[in-house]
Structure formats: structure tokens, C-alpha cells
Nanobody, 124 residues
Framework: VQLQAFGGGLVQAGGSLRLSCAASVRTSNTYTVAWFRQAPGKEREFAAAIFRSGGRTYYADSVKGRFTISRDNAKNMVYLEMNGLKPEDTAVYYC??????????????????WGQGTELTVSS
């Protein structure tokens, strides 16, 4: 599978943006897809994930209630809808997939395929 993340940009605080992750294959029932982010000078951190079957979603506390991850099976796309953006959301956002979640879904080491990242800047 190959992934391409896009949709980043410059947004004012309080604004909204949707990130997209295009997969080369259908991900439902095969891959759990996650969004991670990495701010300058910080470690990569988990943001959201959608499980491979059932569509169950999981969010980091820092984005819960503001971000929504979803999947469009017909287009092989996974989206991250972001509302109420804050300056601390500024980061490079990556989508990633794994076939099997062995431990914590937050653990980036479990994801073996990554997109190239798309940058989000939230101005105050």
C-alpha cells in the first residue's frame, strides 16, 4: 500500500480544515489507518485512528471533540476533519496504516507504511 497525505495549509485559530490521505488500495477490513502529527522540535504524536473493521474511531485527548476521522471506501480515502483549530495544532500531519494492532493504537512503531506528511500552520 502507498499513502499520500495532502490538504494542509495556513489557517487562523478557530478555523477548520480537512486533511486527506489517499491510499493505493482499499483500507477497510484490511488496514487500521491513523493520523499522527509532529510539531517542530517535538516527537511524533498520535492524533486519531479508524479501525480496519467496524469503523470504530479513537482520538487523542488533545483533539477529541474537535477532530473527526472518516473513511470513504469508494475513493480509498481517509479524512481528518479538523475544527476549532488552535496554534498548538500546528504540525506536520502524517497518515499511516497497519494491518494488526498488537499493543496501543497510539504507538507509531506499529505502523509500517506512512504518507509523506502535510503541513498545517494555525495562526493566533
Amino acid at each position: 500500500v502507498q499513502l499520500q497525505a495532502f490538504g494542509g495549509g495556513l489557517v487562523q485559530a478557530g478555523g477548520s480544515l480537512r486533511l486527506s490521505c489517499a491510499a493505493s488500495v482499499r483500507t477497510s477490513n484490511t488496514y487500521t489507518v491513523a493520523w499522527f502529527r509532529q510539531a517542530p522540535g517535538k516527537e511524533r504524536e498520535f492524533a486519531a485512528a479508524i479501525f480496519r473493521s467496524g469503523g470504530r474511531t479513537y482520538y487523542a485527548d488533545s483533539v477529541k471533540g474537535r477532530f473527526t476521522i472518516s473513511r470513504d471506501n469508494a475513493k480509498n480515502m481517509v479524512y481528518l476533519e479538523m475544527n476549532g483549530l488552535k496554534p498548538e495544532d500546528t504540525a506536520v500531519y502524517y497518515c499511516a496504516v497497519t494491518k494488526t494492532v498488537l499493543s496501543s493504537i497510539r504507538d507509531y512503531a506499529q505502523y509500517n507504511t506512512w504518507g509523506q506528511g502535510t503541513e498545517l500552520t494555525v495562526s493566533s
